[in-house]
């Protein structure tokens, strides 16, 4: 009879799909040379991040006119106790509503309501615009001051206590004066806050 041939053994590789032979250099039969990593890195667009923007901290913007601050807040009743505030103090920092050296809210170690919300919002450290009065109650330790009013009338006086009536309209250069020196944590050795401030027993405010 006819004697076959066997197939050899590259034949069988090719025809089972076994691997492709590489010629000199690594590189495939089929084609060029394999990209390097560094290559591949270089051709690639950038990546786009977002940009990051650092906000600074500021106390609360306050409206223009302070009777439009009389109508948003007077009305409104303290968390704690329920009640009206015969003194309401608005924290400028975050917008609590504080009942302001009333014995209502006192804590069992008879703390006044803006000391421990000072400690809980500012690590001691309060700044508050007494409603009734226009005036600006800064805690700081063991000291308390009456700041100046950053709300003046046509002729740039204050109206401690409302008792003129007069429109008051809000002096920005004084406000960014107080948010400058509570930003820098400057308190306790600004003079013009030390002039104003006192001693006090805790459970006052």
């Known amino acids: 009879g006819v004697a076959v041939a066997a197939p050899s053994q590259s034949s069988n590789?090719?025809?089972?799909?076994?691997?492709?032979?590489r010629g000199k250099g690594g590189s495939h039969a089929g084609g060029g040379k394999r990209p390097s990593l560094g290559s591949v890195?270089?051709?690639a667009p950038p990546l786009a991040l977002p940009a990051l923007?650092?906000?600074?901290?500021?106390?609360?913007?306050?409206?223009?006119v302070?009777?439009?601050?009389?109508?948003?807040?007077?009305?409104?009743?303290?968390?704690?106790?329920g009640h009206l505030p015969r003194e309401p103090a608005l924290c400028l920092v975050c917008g609590h509503l504080c009942c302001c050296a009333e014995g209502c809210c006192k804590d069992e170690g008879g703390r006044g309501e803006c000391t421990q919300h000072?400690?809980?919002?500012g690590g001691?450290?309060?700044?508050f615009l007494l409603l009734r009065q226009t005036a600006i109650l800064i805690l700081s330790g063991s000291h308390a001051c009456i700041y100046p009013s950053p709300y003046l009338d046509a002729h740039g006086e204050e109206d401690p206590s409302l008792k003129r009536g007069k429109p008051l309209f809000l002096d920005k250069n004084r406000y960014?004066?107080?948010?400058?020196l509570w930003v820098a944590h400057a308190f306790d050795y600004d003079g013009n806050v030390l002039k104003h401030s006192?001693?006090?027993?805790?459970?006052?405010?």
Request: hydrophobic letters at 40%; one cysteine or more.
């Open 66 to 81: 302070y009777q439009t601050m009389m109508v948003e807040w007077m009305d409104k009743k303290c968390h704690r106790c």
């Open 176 to 180: 960014e004066a107080l948010q400058a």
């Open 41 to 43: 890195l270089s051709s």
């Open 124 to 127: 001691g450290t309060g700044v």
């Open 118 to 121: 000072a400690l809980v919002c």
């Open 13 to 21: 590789e090719g025809a089972q799909g076994g691997p492709p032979t």
């Open 198 to 205: 006192r001693a006090f027993s805790a459970e006052f405010y």
């Open 53 to 64: 923007t650092m906000q600074a901290p500021s106390l609360l913007p306050l409206p223009e």
